[in-house]
T-cell receptor, first 114, second 113 residues
């Protein structure tokens, strides 16, 4: 009954490959997000998405693209992976009016590019 | 761009003592602030929040203080326990940001026996 689940938990891949990370939430939330946490633990927003709009952080390379087949899923697709993409990626979801207590993070996907 | 920063990257305290973790923010438009706890291998977990129309909010063993004049936020943990050892982040957001959170750089809290 995990609220926000991500798969895989670990991903090791070579430079230049294309990979996807999946995220699903069963909370009935309207908005989903992707965050990147670097080796120094710094967390930064990449995208937010609901059924009305996608907001992309301007620093995110266009090799990264979110894909949402339905309201409960927001997958992250990455093309032409680079060494600097190595990080932990967190999915999150929220519902308007619930405040931060309803803002729920997944347990993360550790991506290592070799 | 605007960011939220922390004064200290690491903090060690004796079990039973009080802990204070500080955070400075620079976006004057921010109107909502949150503290998160992140344990190893897990995502951030909500601890406590505060809106900009307040200067103090208390939870169970935790208190958040907000000083808008100097753009400073702090988290106080009373009677720190070994289970409190984790990385703590402050985060801020504002109306119209689509609820995207801007995180500080984190403080590693270690509770010594």
């Amino acid at each position: 009954d995990t609220a926000v689940s991500q798969t895989p938990k670990y991903l090791v891949t070579q430079m230049g490959n294309d990979k996807s990370i999946k995220c699903e939430q069963n909370l009935g939330h309207d908005t989903m997000y992707w965050y990147k946490q670097d080796s120094k633990k710094f967390l930064k927003i990449m995208f937010s998405y609901n059924n009305k709009e996608l907001i992309i952080n301007e620093t995110v390379p266009n090799r990264f693209s979110p894909k949402s087949p339905d309201k409960a899923h927001l997958n992250l697709h990455i093309n032409s992976l680079e060494l600097g993409d190595s990080a932990v990626y967190f999915c999150a979801s929220s519902k308007p009016g619930q405040g931060a207590q309803g803002y729920t993070f997944g347990s993360g996907t550790r991506l290592t590019v070799v | 761009g605007e960011s939220v920063g922390l004064h200290l990257p690491t903090l060690s305290v004796q079990e039973g003592d009080n802990s204070i973790i500080n955070c400075a923010y620079s976006n004057s438009a921010s109107d909502y602030f949150i503290w998160y706890k992140q344990e190893s291998g897990k995502g951030p977990q909500f601890i406590i929040d505060i809106r900009s129309n307040m200067d103090k909010r208390q939870g169970q063993r935790v208190t958040v203080l907000l000083n808008k004049t100097v753009k400073h936020l702090s988290l106080q943990i009373a009677a720190t326990q070994p289970g409190d050892s984790a990385v703590y982040f402050c985060a801020e957001t504002y109306s119209g940001s689509a609820r995207q959170l801007t995180f500080g750089s984190g403080t590693q809290l270690t509770v010594l026996p």
